[in-house]
């Protein structure tokens, strides 16, 4: 039969041969189960003799869920510990062998960063008693554990707990070695793991003596030091290998606190650190009280330096700079002349000190960063923290803060760049973003309102709704990049609102953009760098690159419209400096964790953030209290005596609801300025008419007096 149609014994064939496959299929799953049951029972009843009961079964219990729980905790670890290990990629131990000596703006030598050949002393050639001093005080088991000591450890938390404070560390040697070389001085969960895992890691790779070496070059000793070897030349005026055990224990001392017991500084400090260093030496088996009784009697002096600070976070950045302008230009030992102004510099310092110090209790707050620039791009002053013998964590340049409504000028800028104006009408009512929906500080709504006025009251929804209905996250996120900052930004539609970090370093440079007229490319921390035999290798105004423009003219005159609004009639008016019209903006974020000003008059533009190291929420302060209060202090100072220049697209006369606030606070209640502050500013025209009083009073003639005047006034 032809067709598609198979002849019925063919038929049959096929479905008997698929009826066989069925059931081989059926009998080998069967007989695979029966095995597999066979095989659990037989495990089953092997497994039966461990079975326990009672306490014994309480106690397997109890290991099983700990060896769980350590194993996952291990994982977690690990996985937090990943990203330091990046760090040890590479040649880690060599800092580029760059030798720079630092002078300010004027000329003068401020400090050195890097490695002078004469810096380092061996180990080895070291006094021994300089060596038991710092492992007594450091890590007396030293030479006994692999980078965690959990003996000494537990001795530390017992003496904590007995003297209700802490008097004793912890960490080891290496555990500190890692946090100098690989880490920050963030007080975070995070870096502590690192720390611990980077700890083994160190004692896995390096020798114990590499390890000891490393410390006793690599920390920091105070008065711009670092190393043991560059403490004794500047301390006490000779090598270390010639250094008493007075000297070795006043030394060893700083290691835990160089800003707190620098002997330049604070003399009896020193010395009563010195001899707890001299009881410790006892204690741990080192020496015999014999042995340094003559050290007590007889204490270390040191060399006169002066109590003034060095500049350390300012040099710290300005040697990543010399850094890189060393490998492009082939130069690695150095004369680097920096832009820094010692006496803005020092008002800066002054200014965050007291305001903390003044305020600090009252709003929560116990840290803060300034970074001051010119607005020709000369940074004159930094300020990473309150104190860098405590924390060399540089938090103007490192830390990424969240900048909250201080983020807002960029926004603003893009809409003006796209045809907006300060007189333009958005709506400010609730929003919905994909489910985002942003609340005003108040929680209330003004409707129509225009953009100068939403910028200057610090209104929410307005930015939020120009970034969702005209101009996109991208290009935002674009001209922030554009106009100098560094800082990751995250491409993110509640970055509008300043939820991505920041560093104070970065938000100065992105608002100079406004204060000098529109121009990117301008910040710059060296001006000239020469050999040791003068030799001019680098100078800015030759060979840095031009800066270019990021901002149109137009742009830049709305925009400080809308800026100088702030200081005047907006959140910021704590901010206002008498006779000198500014611009700014305040910055407040979430749960009050961060609080920012930043602003600029024609000369000067600076950044201030105030907060705590370990994101801790302070009481309810805002960037238009502390922070503002702060830059007032500051750029009250910093005008003195300064021909004020007027901010490009304004003219010198503020506005007429204008609050202008003191230009310096008395520190207490007697109206009299306090120590270290300094008086009210003056005008340009002020000044210039005293100095012409006093250059007439030192050109004028003498008064003749008749005989008989004369003989009264001596009779007086």
Request: charged share 20%; glycine share 10%; hydrophobic share 40%.
């Amino acid at each position: 039969m032809g067709g598609p149609f198979r002849p019925r014994k063919a038929r049959g064939r096929i479905a008997a041969g698929l009826l066989a496959l069925d059931a081989w299929i059926d009998s080998g799953v069967w007989s695979a189960g029966f095995r597999l049951s066979e095989f659990w029972e037989a495990l089953t009843i092997f497994f039966r003799r461990f079975r326990v009961s009672g306490f014994p079964r309480a106690l397997v219990e109890l290991s099983s869920e700990a060896f769980t729980l350590g194993a996952a905790g291990a994982v977690v670890m690990l996985a937090l510990a990943m990203p330091a290990f990046q760090a040890t990629r590479g040649d880690w131990k060599n800092q580029g062998d760059f030798a720079v000596t630092f002078l300010d703006r004027y000329g003068n030598e401020i400090g050195r960063r890097g490695v002078f050949q004469l810096d380092s002393v061996p180990v080895d050639e070291m006094p021994d008693h300089v060596i038991k001093a710092v492992l007594a005080t450091e890590d007396r088991r030293f030479f006994e554990h692999h980078g965690i000591d959990f003996i000494g450890l537990a001795r530390a938390i017992t003496e904590n707990l007995r003297a209700n404070s802490v008097v004793q560390g912890g960490s080891t040697l290496s555990q500190q070695l890692a946090k100098n070389v690989f880490l920050s001085n963030e007080r975070t969960f995070e870096r502590k793991i690192k720390e611990a895992f980077l700890s083994v890691w160190l004692e896995a790779n390096l020798s114990k003596k590499e390890i000891l070496q490393l410390y006793l070059d690599r920390a920091y000793m105070g008065g711009g030091t670092f190393g043991i070897a560059a403490a004794s030349e500047f301390y006490f005026g000779k090598s270390v290998k010639d250094v008493n055990l007075a000297e070795a224990a006043m030394l060893a001392g700083l290691f835990k606190a160089p800003a707190r017991y620098a002997p330049h500084i604070n003399l009896p400090a020193a010395r009563a650190r010195a001899n707890e260093v001299l009881t410790n030496l006892v204690q741990s088996g080192f020496m015999s009280e014999g042995q340094v009784l003559s050290a007590r009697l007889h204490p270390a002096g040191v060399v006169d330096r002066g109590t003034g600070k060095s500049p350390d976070y300012f040099l710290d950045w300005a040697f990543e700079r010399a850094k890189i302008l060393g490998e492009r230009i082939g130069v690695r030992t150095m004369v680097a002349r920096t832009t820094i102004d010692p006496d803005l510099q020092r008002a800066a310092e002054e200014t965050l000190e007291y305001h903390i110090r003044t305020y600090g209790k009252e709003y929560g707050v116990d840290e803060g960063a300034i970074v001051l620039m010119e607005n020709n791009g000369a940074v004159r002053a930094i300020v990473g923290g309150r104190d860098y013998g405590a924390s060399q964590f540089n938090r103007a340049t490192m830390a990424l803060r969240q900048a909250g409504s201080s983020f807002k000028p960029y926004v603003y800028a893009e809409a003006m760049e796209k045809g907006f104006t300060p007189n333009s009408v958005i709506s400010d009512a609730p929003i919905n973003w994909g489910g985002w929906m942003p609340k005003n500080y108040g929680r209330s709504y003004s409707g129509k309102v225009s953009l100068i006025t939403a910028l200057a009251k610090s209104i929410n929804t307005v930015p939020v709704r120009l970034a969702k209905e005209s101009l996109g996250i991208a290009p935002i996120k674009a001209l922030a990049e554009a106009m100098g900052v560094e800082s990751p930004l995250e491409a993110h539609k509640t970055m509008v609102l300043g939820t991505s970090g920041m560093t104070v370093m970065d938000q100065a440079t992105g608002y100079s953009v406004f204060a000098n007229g529109g121009y990117a490319g301008m910040r710059y921390g060296i001006s000239q760098v020469t050999t040791h035999g003068g030799d001019l290798v680098w100078d800015h105004d030759r060979d840095a690159p031009p800066p270019h423009r990021v901002l149109s003219e137009k742009t830049v005159a709305e925009m400080n419209t809308m800026l100088a609004a702030v200081p005047e009639w907006g959140t910021g008016r704590r901010a206002a400096l008498p006779g000198i019209r500014s611009a700014g903006k305040t910055g407040t974020t979430q749960a009050y964790r961060d609080a920012w000003y930043v602003g600029f008059t024609g000369n000067f533009t600076a950044a201030v953030w105030l907060g705590n190291d370990d994101f801790s929420t302070t009481r309810n302060m805002t960037g238009g209290s502390l922070p503002a209060m702060t830059w007032q202090r500051l750029m009250a100072y910093a005008h003195q005596n300064v021909e004020p220049k007027p901010i490009p697209g304004l003219d010198d006369a503020p506005a007429k609801n204008a609050v202008v606030a003191e230009a310096a606070k008395p520190s207490d209640g007697s109206g009299q300025a306090g120590a270290g502050e300094r008086p009210p500013v003056l005008s340009s025209a002020t000044v210039s008419l005293l100095r012409d009083i006093a250059a007439a009073f030192a050109s004028a003639q003498p008064i003749e007096l008749p005989a008989a005047s004369s003989e009264a006034l001596s009779r007086l």
